[in-house]
């Protein structure tokens, strides 16, 4: 949630900043504005709106010099407005930051700052820090930082920078910030994407961490202020992998990068005889006795499909929570309880705060992550990565099928580490899930079916999502899609409490998206479409290959490969998110950059 590059070295930096923020946009994008320091002035420039005001702007006015400060913002404290856009700069203009996270103190610490003289000029938490900094700055801006970040509690990756000298100073408290080493040059962001082109080289800060990055040197200090080394990290990403690539939207991209992204999530992880998995984990499955998986949004779905793998091949309880209500709800944990905690970014706050309320129950804790280096990945006892490369798209498709794909392997890990699945059984899943990449490239081939299927949701008021057993999980995940990006309302139900209460709003306004592949609960599914059908609804079925009862049941069907009640949800999730694309270009809608949204929610 909002997006920070920063620059010092030869080149022109407002021009990096501004490239790097491009990267960043998906984290924020109703602001954005940098700082550029040249022989002992300032210039700022600051647009509400898309980055492309900035843009424009700075097609008109130059900012120059060899440092600068950028930010695309995420509003929270304050309107999406110029005043309150980021860099925020000091009375005199010497002193300028950006940040991100929540300051929780700001209102205590502005009335103090005010009633010692300082004018603010925008609503926001942020404005604070530049005020508070100042107030401690007697030359030298390392030590100012420090003093203040004292009085400040709350979440911050700070990036801030004086007229005088020729560093940037950074700072982190629970928000990411990744400083880019490079030759003569250092690059600063909030996300390693903004990185890629540039350098592979990156240290990532830890909380409570202080550096001074200048074009030559890092010097990190931690949190009792002493001077600490570099953990030097390689980035394993290449550039091209976040770029849009010639596609439409970096959505549709992604979507297209399934099929990659499950063989990434797959290989090397199987044993020769292809009957167990080889995980690189320290955690001991003999340990634990009851899984609870944590996650939010699309990443808690997957964990939904998870559970049942889980406790269908590997016989272990599981539950999935809310991560957003985990640690309020006194959750009952120990130590003989594994949490896994979901995430593409590894920084939703939501997740990382559940994550730690399991440590301090004495609960062990693995994550299944996308991103390396990220804060979950520093505080979990065990990582299983999903390698899906970077994910753009503020709606989430590739990350969703590879945390499936994460999660039918950690089952089999499970299950045969205790016993409870059989070499047979387990040969048969590693089997079928080798199919997966193949059966969802089909799928997406039969993208021109779902363009056809888009008219039947025109003049929709809403749209109804069933699905049955595990794909319970992939109706929720489809409703969350369309209405992320389309701006319906859809809503997600199990087929079979449509009829206690739902059935209600069932008209010819009210299509219903039905999950139906083939499997024990199809009869009972055709039923409950039956009982739409009676009642003027317009049903979208999506099926398995081959099932002819389907037709009498649905306006229109959509059908993948056949594949076992376990692997379908991978498959059914495709054309749901070809359909949640396909309405909002019909739409007109932003479908990368969904109104009011951000990728990577990193305040609670
Ligand atoms: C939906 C979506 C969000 C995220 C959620 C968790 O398309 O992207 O619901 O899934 O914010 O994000 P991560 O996985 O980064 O923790």
């Known amino acids: 949630m909002c997006g920070i590059t920063s620059y010092v070295g030869p080149r022109d930096a407002a021009s990096v900043v501004l490239d790097g923020l491009t990267r960043l946009e998906y984290r924020g994008y109703d602001s954005a504005g940098i700082v550029s320091f040249d022989a002992g002035t300032t210039t700022t420039l600051k647009r509400a709106g898309k980055l492309a005001n900035l843009q424009s702007a700075m097609a008109e006015q130059h900012l120059p010099g060899h440092r600068a400060v950028g930010h695309t913002r995420w509003a929270t404290h304050g309107r999406p407005t110029n005043e309150n856009a980021h860099p925020h700069v000091s009375e005199d203009g010497r002193l300028a930051l950006v940040h991100n996270g929540i300051i929780e103190n700001h209102a205590e610490l502005r009335n103090r700052l005010e009633a010692l003289g300082h004018v603010f000029t925008s609503e926001t938490d942020s404005e604070t820090l530049v005020h508070l900094i100042e107030e401690h700055d007697e030359g030298d801006l390392l030590t100012a930082v420090q003093e203040a970040l004292k009085q400040v509690e709350g979440a911050y990756a700070l990036v801030v920078a004086h007229a005088e000298g020729e560093g940037i100073v950074v700072a982190r408290a629970t928000s990411p910030l990744v400083i880019g080493l490079g030759d003569g040059e250092q690059f600063i962001a909030s996300d390693v994407s903004a990185l890629l082109p540039y350098t592979d080289r990156v240290v990532y800060l830890s909380d409570g961490e202080v550096a001074v990055v200048n074009e030559t040197a890092v010097t990190l200090y931690g949190p009792d202020g002493a001077e600490r080394s570099l953990d030097v990290d390689v980035i394993d990403w290449d550039a091209d992998a976040a770029d849009k690539g010639g596609w439409p939207h970096y959505m549709l991209k992604e979507i297209y990068e399934q099929p990659t992204v499950l063989q990434n999530t797959l290989a090397e992880r199987f044993n020769e005889a292809g009957d167990d998995v080889t995980l690189d984990l320290t955690l001991d499955p003999a340990t634990f006795d009851r899984i609870v998986v944590v996650a939010a949004g699309t990443a808690s779905y997957a964990g939904m499909v998870g559970e049942a793998f889980l406790e269908r091949l590997a016989r272990i309880p599981c539950e999935v929570q809310v991560a957003s209500e985990f640690r309020y709800a006194e959750p009952i944990l120990d130590e003989r309880t594994l949490v896994v905690a979901v995430s593409q970014s590894g920084e939703t706050i939501d ?57 039918a392997l950690l089952a089999v890990w499970v299950g045969r580490t205790r016993g409870a699945l059989d070499a047979e059984r387990a040969k048969a899943w590693i089997e079928e899930l080798r199919t997966a990449p193949a059966r969802v490239e089909e799928v997406l081939q039969r993208r021109p079916a779902v363009q056809d299927a888009v008219p039947l949701l025109d003049d929709a008021r809403g749209v109804l999502y069933l699905g049955r057993g595990v794909n319970v999980a992939s109706a929720f995940e489809g409703a969350l899609k369309l209405k992320e990006i389309t701006y319906l309302h859809a809503e997600a139900y199990p087929t079979g409490e449509m009829k206690h209460g739902p059935i209600a709003l069932i008209d010819a306004a009210t299509p219903v998206v039905a999950l139906a592949p083939e499997g024990r609960l199809h009869a009972k599914t055709l039923s409950n479409l039956q009982e739409v059908r009676a009642r003027d609804g317009r049903v979208l079925a999506i099926a398995s290959d081959g099932d002819e009862a389907i037709a009498s049941h649905a306006d229109v069907i959509l059908t993948v490969p056949r594949t076992s009640e376990l692997l379908s949800p991978m498959l059914l999730a495709v054309p749901m998110q070809l359909l949640a694309y396909e309405t909002a270009v019909r739409l007109g809608r932003d479908v990368d950059q969904p109104r009011n949204l951000a990728k990577s929610v990193t305040v609670e």
Not at 372 to 392: F, Q, T
């Open 351 to 407: 997740t990382l705060e559940a994550v730690r309320e399991a440590k301090r129950a004495g609960a062990k804790t693995l994550a299944i992550l996308n991103v390396r280096g990220s804060s979950i990945a520093r505080e979990v006892d065990d990582i299983l990565y999903i390698h899906a490369g970077p994910e753009i798209g503020v709606a989430s498709t590739k990350a969703y099928l590879a945390m499936l794909a994460a999660f």
